[in-house]
């Protein structure tokens, strides 16, 4: 039996280890986690809410990067 989970990640299907933590996803795509705000099945999730949150198979994720400047 497989370990690895499908989801969508900004628009794309995306493979993970199922019960991965979300900071260690971000992370794990490059993601810096401090500078990244995350849409998590269609609500913004708060970043309280990040170290118990694990991906499910067939989660939706946006992550938009923040930047600075004007």
């Not at 370990?3 to 900004?10: K, R």
């Not at 628009?11 to 993970?16: D, K």
């Not at 810096?32 to 118990?52: D, M, T």
Request: charge should be negative; charged fraction near 20%.
């Amino acid at each position: 039996m497989s370990n690895e989970i499908t989801l969508q990640i900004n628009g794309e299907t995306r493979s993970c280890s199922s019960q991965t933590p979300l900071p260690d996803l971000l992370q794990k795509l490059g993601f810096n986690p401090r500078l990244v705000a995350v849409e998590y099945n269609g609500e913004i999730l708060h970043r309280q809410f990040w170290e118990q949150t694990t991906v499910q198979p067939g989660d939706r994720l946006e992550v938009v990067t923040i930047v600075g400047g004007g």
